[in-house]
């Protein structure tokens, strides 16, 4: 028997806000990918309209019924995966994520994720996410390196996915892109939304994207190419790739989003990296129950620096 929905009224003096962010408030125990999920299963009336979209725009005043969508069957299954463990605490665990490796369970994934290595690794991790994405508080792409952070509880999970939507962790990324950017230091302000043409790329063009900032500061130019350090101030999807894509300075490797397949350096080529060249470098936050500064680093792949070293890159390579 389905569940019962639940009834709100939002204030008539309230702030304009997302319908999403909203029911998010009204249920801070659960993740802000179920309420969506469940929005667009048509679980969510507004002014007794059906709405299915996460993005609708409330007023105030409106009155709102809402039921959670049952979740899927099934649950991940712990795997003898390898793991790097940068840091690790009873409330929370940080792993350096290979690129390649899918986060959790999704269409077409069953296995081989970091969420099967981390069951197998830790037994136990926090629930708010669903069996399918158990301990998962935030995600990177399935080519992107890098550090990744994982609640062990319930607790944790809801004190650190508040930091994330407060925009409090520090979230900062190696990046190689095509040509030369300029200015040296600068942030990109553009919209991202979904690419209706090609689903799963995203794109910068179309009016009602989400805003996403991305600052970045240039760490050297060699050869054609600019190394840089993004700062992620929004958390949209593939948000590096498609600001600098917009831009004419395509991630190395990233072909999907017009990185070329093969690479040219003088006389040689090569083909592209089989993987992107985004690496999530260090991560800044709170600690869920002390409240203490944290900050975790993971060391840049062998395949990146060698990339750099083929480059002929002019002095050190980042730590």
Known sequence: MPPRPSTFLVPPQADPQRLDHFLAAQFPRVSRARIQESIRAGRATVAARVVRRPSLRLRGGERIEFSLAQQPPGAAAPEAIPLEILYEDDELVAVNKPAGMAVHLGAGTSRGTLVNALLHRFGRLSTLGGPLRPGIVHRLDKPTSGVLLVARN???????????????????????????????????????????????????????????????????????????????????????????????????????????????????????????????????????????????CAPVPPELEGFLRWLGWPGSIPD
């Open 154 to 296: 319930d607790q944790a999970h809801a004190r650190l996915a508040e930091q994330f939507r407060r925009r409090q962790v520090e979230k900062h990324y190696l990046v190689l892109v095509h040509g030369s950017v300029r200015p040296e230091h600068g942030t990109i302000r553009l919209p991202v939304a979904r690419d209706l043409r090609r689903r799963t790329r995203m794109t910068t063009r179309r009016r009602r994207g989400r805003e996403a900032a991305t600052e970045y500061h240039v760490q050297g130019k060699a050869a054609g190419f600019t190394l840089l350090e993004a700062l992620l101030h929004t958390g949209r999807t593939h948000q590096v790739r498609v600001h600098f894509a917009a831009l004419g300075h395509p991630v190395v490797g990233d072909t999907p989003y017009g990185a070329p397949r093969t690479l040219r350096l003088e006389n040689l080529s090569r083909p592209t990296l089989d993987r992107i060249f985004l690496h999530a470098r260090r991560v800044r936050f709170r600690h869920p129950r002390t409240g203490e500064p944290v900050e975790v």
